[in-house]
């Protein structure tokens, strides 16, 4: 079975400071996705990475794929309170049978 | 555009009923995947439908079953219910199958509470 891990699970940050969050995938795929949630709501569709080398950019977000290493990064510039979600990578199979979330990293940040 | 619709939003059921939860995807849309969230589990798949056909189904017991109609709705069911089944159940849709095409988008979702 496939294993998506993301870590941290937990981040609190101040404004203005940039983090980057990792997700590592233990089987071959080439398409990767970020997901965003807000506390009682739905999943928004952030990045869809479907190649190796991809690097997708919005706002103060910007997320690469590197499927040798079997990673990808959610990197976060200047936080601003706005951005304060749980995030989650999800990873396809590369049969497309089947597609597995990472755990979230809920972020938090502070004033 | 309308988004994806789920009803009902929310739902309460007594251990060993059965439920019935419907998703509406985008206009145009013919894929639709279901999935469940528990604070346990996660955010885990159940299956995906396109075109009335299911392509891929999660690890999920037999009591997860759904179809999917010609006007692309999707329905999901799950009988005997246990309470481990509480969860927020969400569903997505896409235009082609999800493998091809990636971007996915997502109801509000049905929380259902099994007591």
């Known amino acids: 079975e496939l294993k998506v891990e993301q870590n941290p699970l937990f981040l609190s940050m101040q404004e203005g400071k940039n983090y980057t969050i990792y997700c590592n995938y233990s089987t071959t795929s080439d398409r990767l996705y970020w997901y965003r949630q807000d506390p009682g709501k739905s999943l928004e569709s952030l990045f869809v990475?479907?190649?190796?080398?991809a690097v997708k950019q919005e706002g103060r977000l910007m997320a690469s794929l590197d499927t040798k290493a079997r990673l990808s990064t959610l990197h976060i510039t200047a936080a601003v309170h706005d951005l304060s979600a749980t995030y989650f990578c999800?990873?396809?199979?590369?049969?497309?049978?089947?597609?597995?979330f990472g755990t979230g990293t809920s972020l938090t940040v502070i004033p | 555009k309308a988004g994806v619709t789920q009803t009902p939003r929310y739902l309460i059921k007594t251990r060993g009923q059965q439920v019935t939860l419907s998703c509406s995807p985008i206009s145009g849309h013919r894929s639709v995947s279901w999935y469940q969230q528990t604070p346990g589990q996660g955010l885990q798949f159940l299956f995906e439908?396109?075109?009335?056909?299911?392509?891929n189904k999660g690890n999920f017991p037999g009591r997860f079953s759904g179809r999917q109609f010609s006007n692309s709705r999707s329905e999901m069911n799950v009988s005997t219910l246990e309470l481990g089944d509480s969860a927020l159940y969400l569903c997505?849709?896409?235009?082609?199958?999800?493998?091809?095409?990636?971007?996915?988008?997502f109801g509000p979702g049905t929380r259902l509470t099994v007591t």
């Open positions: 999800a990873v396809d199979e590369n049969t497309g049978n089947q597609f597995y």
């Open positions: 439908y396109f075109s009335e056909t299911q392509r």
């Open positions: 997505a849709s896409s235009p082609v199958p999800r493998e091809q095409q990636g971007e996915q988008y």
């Open positions: 990475l479907l190649s190796n080398g």
